[in-house]
């Protein structure tokens, strides 16, 4: 039963979209402007540094949240509410079952079950971007590197972090036509926030 409460509780805490909350509350249509994906990195780009941040962050903590709450009932609970807050979050019933691509919802859930794995993606993520800009293909590259992370270790959910890596992985289908076709978006993740930092920092004075 524990399963059951685990799957509906994860995928209603995953599917409240704070970045279209976010945006909407500043009067923005996310779904409207840039790429009209419902996710962080889209905020990013549209709305700036804070808010992309905030909505990422909140990505993230939603799958923390419904994993932690089935902490108490073992693993098998807990796993189960990650996937199902990062099916809710990608297919959200209060946005016409529209949703972003998973990768902050999936990179919360490793964190939540297996911190040593979210950490190693989230590494693998900032290189990646760092060194090419490409958001898609650190999202790509370092969910999957969680999941072989976890098959390193020998972690019996290796497969469902796998599954999720791919399943983000297909979400960015689009993403991988223009990566391979050569005109994908580049965003400088790096300077968005040294330059949000930088102006912080300028207030603060």
Known sequence: MSLVWAAILGYFIGAIPFSYIIPKLKGVDITKVGSGNVGGTNVLRNMGTKYGALAMFLDIMKAVIAVLIFKQFGEHPMVMAGAMSVIGHCYSPFVKFKGGKGVATTLGTFFAIYPQAGMFAL?????????????????????????????????????????LALFSVYRHKENIKRLLDGNERKTNVVDYFLGWMDKYERKGK
């Open 123 to 163: 590494g693998v993520w900032i290189a990646i971007v760092a060194m090419t800009q490409y958001v898609s293909l650190g999202s790509i590259i370092g969910l999957l590197a969680g999941a072989f992370f976890a098959l390193v270790f020998k972690k019996d959910y290796w497969v469902v972090f796998l599954a």
